[in-house]
C-alpha cells in the first residue's frame, strides 16, 4: 500500500498566516503520526461541500506548506492513475466529509482505496 494524507481546512476568517500554521500542523501529523509518503490538502473546503467539486482553483497558499504535495484534484488524478493499492488517511472522519453517503460515493468513485484500510488518525 501507498499511504496517502488528506487535510481540509473549513472556510473561516482566520489570517493567511493562522491557515498556514494549523494546515501546516495537520499536515505534520499526517506524516508522522499517520505514516503518510504524500499529502494533499484542500485549504478552503466545508466538511459539506462535495468531496469531487473542491480546488478546482490552486490556491498560492499550498506553496507555503512544507510536505505538501497538492490539493483535492491532485489527490484524485493521482488516485486515477496509482498502479498500488492506497490507505487513506484522514485526521478525523469530517476530515474527509461529514456526509457519510458522500464518503462512500467517494471510496467507490475511486477503486483504487480499499474501504476497509480507510484510517483516521
Known amino acids: 500500500y501507498e499511504v496517502i494524507g488528506y487535510a481540509r481546512k473549513s472556510t473561516t476568517s482566520d489570517t493567511e498566516n493562522t491557515r498556514v500554521s494549523l494546515l501546516q500542523l495537520m499536515v505534520n501529523k499526517l506524516i508522522y503520526r499517520g505514516l503518510a509518503e504524500k499529502v494533499f490538502v484542500s485549504p478552503y473546503a466545508d466538511a459539506t461541500s462535495e468531496i469531487q467539486t473542491r480546488d478546482h482553483q490552486k490556491y498560492a497558499i499550498l506553496n507555503k506548506l512544507k510536505y505538501c504535495d497538492g490539493n483535492m484534484n491532485d489527490l484524485i488524478r493521482r488516485l486515477h492513475c496509482q498502479q498500488?493499492?492506497?490507505?487513506?488517511?484522514?485526521?478525523?472522519?469530517?476530515?474527509?466529509?461529514?456526509?457519510?453517503?458522500?464518503?462512500?460515493?467517494?471510496?467507490?468513485?475511486?477503486?483504487?482505496?480499499?474501504?476497509?484500510k480507510l484510517s483516521m488518525k
Open 84 to 116: 498500488k493499492k492506497i490507505r487513506l488517511v484522514i485526521l478525523d472522519y469530517a476530515g474527509l466529509a461529514t456526509n457519510v453517503e458522500e464518503v462512500k460515493h467517494f471510496v467507490r468513485y475511486v477503486v483504487s482505496i480499499d474501504p476497509l
